[in-house]
């Protein structure tokens, strides 16, 4: 198996704190945040890991990745071809065509790589997408019918399934991405339209590292939890 990163960010809301570094190797406890995602993707049997990134920054993907396991590869774009343009280029990168997995490389998060092939290859779709139900950033307040407040609780996961990113792309669907832009607003719903679209439900860790606080909360979490840094 093979994966794709897309990791062409340039940390911009993330400011200082990136410390000069492509999004997805600042680091964090002590390690690029991408390391965490190609170990758990070596984990699931991933041999070799394409990363989309920005022109001039494919060596320094290749030095600071290689080691973990898995082949580190660089997709160096010339220019900025959107998410899905990123994902479609990286592609002719692979030695085989099939499945393959995709992932945003901004992200840390515990999906369970393993069961997101088996869910893909059971269901017959042509795309897999991880959803999940992401932790609320607002607390509740209960209110009875005469608007008196009777107290406040911390406001837990959003009611609704969102994308988080990750994905089991057969090659009809590498075939159907944009060379340039984003494929969740063309390719997944057209797909979703023809009932060939599936979700595979994730409950667990889902972090994004796009600011200095989501950076702080991500650290605090790997050094909370030695099984991350080993």
């Known amino acids: 198996m093979e994966a794709i990163i897309l990791a062409g960010g340039k940390a911009e809301r993330l400011g200082d704190a990136a410390g000069g570094r492509p999004k997805a190797l600042v680091e964090v406890g002590g390690k690029p945040l991408a390391a965490y995602q190609v170990g758990r993707l070596s984990g699931a049997g991933v041999t070799r890991v394409i990363f989309a990134c920005a ?4 060596q320094l993907f290749v030095s600071e990745l290689s080691g973990l396991g898995p082949e580190i590869v660089a997709a ?3 220019e900025r071809l959107g998410r899905g343009g990123g994902i479609k280029f990286a592609a002719t990168f692979r030695h085989e065509p099939g499945d393959v997995y995709a992932l945003n490389g901004d992200e840390l998060v515990d999906v369970d790589y393993a069961g997101l092939l088996a869910a893909h290859r ?3 779709a042509v ?7 992401p932790k609320s950033q607002f607390g509740i307040v209960d209110v009875g ?5 009777h107290g406040f609780r911390e406001g837990g996961h959003v009611p609704y399934w969102v994308n988080c990113g990750n994905y089991l792309l057969s090659e009809e669907a590498i075939s159907r991405f944009p060379e340039r832009g ?9 797909l979703a339209a023809e009932g060939r679209l599936r979700a595979f439900r994730h409950t667990g860790l889902w972090l994004t590292v796009n600011t200095p606080k989501e950076l702080r909360t991500a650290s605090e979490h790997v050094e909370s939890h030695p099984d991350w840094l080993s």
């Open 76 to 78: 160096e774009e010339l």
């Open 127 to 133: 795309a897999t997408i991880t959803v999940a139900r």
């Open 145 to 149: 019918d005469d608007d008196v407040v």
């Open 182 to 190: 984003d494929h969740e607003s063309s390719t997944f719903p057209e």
């Open 55 to 58: 022109a001039g920054q494919g």
């Open 122 to 124: 059971a269901g017959g």
